[in-house]
């Protein structure tokens, strides 16, 4: 089991030095990897009568690609991880070279968390069609993993062509890890066909050992092997304790999670300092 922390920076501010201060605390108490989601645009509920999102403009978020390239310089082990990158809304080939550069700068510590998300306000400002991202979103995986692992790409698909081309720098290892948020029933048939991991949103006990169940069904009738996908789970440190704590980690792992990630996003932690005491309080409840 590998522990991570998700980055709470819609409760922590602009300051750069915070975001620093938080991921060098996470790496030296032995986090295995730092977790970000990922807004391009927050909208106006205003301009939007019913509006139900959770997140509006006020919200901060820090693009997540440049973020990384950040703190690939500013830590030396920590995994950095999209949970999720709303791969839709963006052009394809672009975040396939901003991946690449990610993981080149931070020698190989990039994880693709990809999603379709759900706020059609972005879609809209970013160019994009809100209406097919989930099947587009296939595609694009396959233009992605094209781009790193091959010098000159020749692909000609549905939504995208790309004529004898490629990026440089590429990955090392000529590939990037991409795992799959999301629950509906194409997602998780997708997850279990085409990604390396899987990231479910369901708490446990609400529907999360069936999904998996789900998802290794999926996998077997896709001829692959269910124990070689990912999972990783979150569990939030607010509305519980260490005992509830330790009873999560111990029913993620018996249902097959292979990661758990520690989010202390919307609890009573108001500064940097009490959100990493959380940290290091789970830690050692997790044992790690």
Do not use: C
């Amino acid at each position: 089991m590998k522990f991570g922390v998700v980055y709470p920076q819609t409760e922590l501010g602009s300051d750069p030095a915070v975001v620093r201060d938080f991921a060098q605390a996470a790496e030296d108490l032995g986090y295995t990897h730092f977790l970000v989601y990922d807004h391009v645009m927050g909208a106006d509920p205003l301009g939007y009568p019913g509006w139900d999102g959770p997140y509006t403009y006020k919200d901060l978020f820090h693009e997540p690609m440049v973020l990384f390239g950040y703190l690939a310089g500013l830590t030396k082990t920590i995994e950095l991880v999209t949970g999720v990158l709303v791969l839709g809304q963006r052009q394809t080939v672009l975040v396939a070279k901003q991946a690449a550069e990610v993981d080149v700068l931070s020698g190989g510590r990039l994880r693709l968390g990809v999603g379709t998300g759900w706020n059609a306000v972005e879609y809209e400002g970013l160019g994009q069609d809100f209406h097919n991202r989930g099947a587009r979103s296939e595609e694009q995986i396959a233009v992605m993993r094209a781009l790193w692992s091959q010098e000159v790409v020749n692909f000609e698909g549905r939504w995208h062509r790309v004529r004898y081309a490629g990026i440089n720098p590429r990955p090392a290892s000529g590939s990037i890890p991409i795992w799959l948020g999301g629950e509906a029933p194409p997602v998780i048939q997708r997850a279990a066909r085409i990604a390396d991991g899987w990231m479910p949103r369901a708490r446990l006990g609400s529907g999360a050992k069936e999904l998996i169940e789900q998802l290794h069904t999926y996998a077997r009738e896709a001829g692959r092997d269910p124990s070689s996908i990912g999972i990783d789970a979150r569990v939030p440190l607010h509305g519980t304790d260490p005992e509830g704590w330790a009873s999560e980690i111990k029913g993620w792992e018996e249902i097959g999670a292979t990661h758990i990630t520690a989010n202390t996003l919307r609890a009573e932690f108001t500064n940097l300092s009490q959100h990493i005491d959380a940290l290091s309080r789970f830690k050692e409840v997790a044992g790690f």
